[in-house]
């Protein structure tokens, strides 16, 4: 049972790895909330779908698909850079707007991709069974996401971005276009998104316009769990944490269902998931430990501080 579970949560866990990045790129680097980001797992699920449709190959459509989340990701950018819209707002709008435009790219909708050549069908053709085929197909497209963006993060361009997440008012003084970089940024991260729901698409061998709904408490799950389970301020190792987070919190679901649990509690699961992990990270060494006064003064002062900052006074 155990195998079967670890099997299932690498099947489907890895099919989400690039949402994962996109939200570390986002959340861990940018420091951008940033919604968009399911919106666009839904408009690449949809354009890649098309594309397939319309004839082209499918490595031609996962491009596809990522180019229409990279233009989601620029709207939202340009949304916050020009007009001053805070990005969570900016998300949230075009979340909502994505859906009918992934509507209105497939026609309808939901479409099939049965008789239609998918990534995971070529490497069926190989000799492989459909789940060594999903594991092997999305873990390869993972690990090439996952190896371009620590390349990215530690050239000249990307420590350039990491910066301007850090401390926006430090890059601006060092001449950095931080909006450049929160720009290029958010594109890629959406882009990422988006070839995470090409290749659920592609798997599942149909695309529905509702695969995107809650999407994003699933790419928040794994940042959470991964980021719990292994702290390292090292890009190649955080990067690295969210994919095992996608797994782990895929196999937790899939032990959930395999002991009997309602799948329609699944988002409930998920949801306790992510406080249960954010309660340990926040307050796990404080709870174990005993620090004395001082160390109870100065949880008391990070926990008062959190509550000045965690405010979003300009929201429009």
Request: glycine residues 12%; aromatic residues 6%; proline residues 2%.
């Amino acid at each position: 049972m155990l195998i079967d579970v670890l099997v299932i949560g690498a099947q489907i866990g890895l099919l989400y790895g690039p949402l994962a990045l996109g939200i570390y790129l986002a959340i861990n680097v940018l420091s951008l909330p940033d919604l968009t980001l399911e919106g666009s797992f839904g408009l690449g699920g949809a354009a890649a779908a098309s594309s397939l449709l319309m004839g082209f190959d499918p490595v031609s459509s996962l491009l596809l698909g990522m180019c229409a989340g990279a233009l989601a990701g620029l709207v939202t950018a340009l949304l916050h850079v020009i007009l001053q819209m805070n990005v969570l707002l900016a998300g949230i709008l075009m979340t909502t707007a994505a859906w009918s435009v992934s509507i209105a790219v497939m026609g309808t909708g939901n479409v099939s991709l049965v008789r239609v050549e998918t990534l995971f069908t070529w490497a069926e053709n190989l000799g492989l069974r459909n789940q060594s085929a999903s594991i092997l197909v999305a873990g390869i497209v993972t690990l090439i996401f996952a190896t371009f963006l620590v390349w990215l993060l530690h050239t000249g361009y990307g420590l350039a971005t990491r910066a301007s997440g850090l401390n926006i008012q430090t890059a601006r003084s060092l001449g950095i276009r931080t909006e450049m970089h929160q720009i290029l940024g958010l594109m890629l991260a959406n882009s990422l998104a988006a070839a995470s729901g090409a290749l659920v698409a592609q798997s599942q061998g149909f695309m529905d316009v509702s695969i995107q709904g809650g999407v994003i408490v699933v790419g928040l799950a794994a940042l959470t769990i991964g980021t719990s389970v292994i702290r390292s301020d090292k890009v190649a190792v955080g990067v690295t944490s969210v994919i095992i987070g996608v797994i782990i919190y895929r196999c937790i679901v899939a032990l959930s269902l395999r002991m009997g649990i309602p799948p329609n509690s699944v988002r409930l699961i998920t949801a306790l998931l992510v406080f249960a992990f954010i309660a340990a990270r926040i307050h796990g060494k404080g709870t174990l430990t005993i620090s004395g006064f001082e160390g109870w003064r100065a949880r008391r002062r990070k926990h008062v501080q959190f509550l000045e900052n965690d405010r979003v006074t300009t929201l429009l």
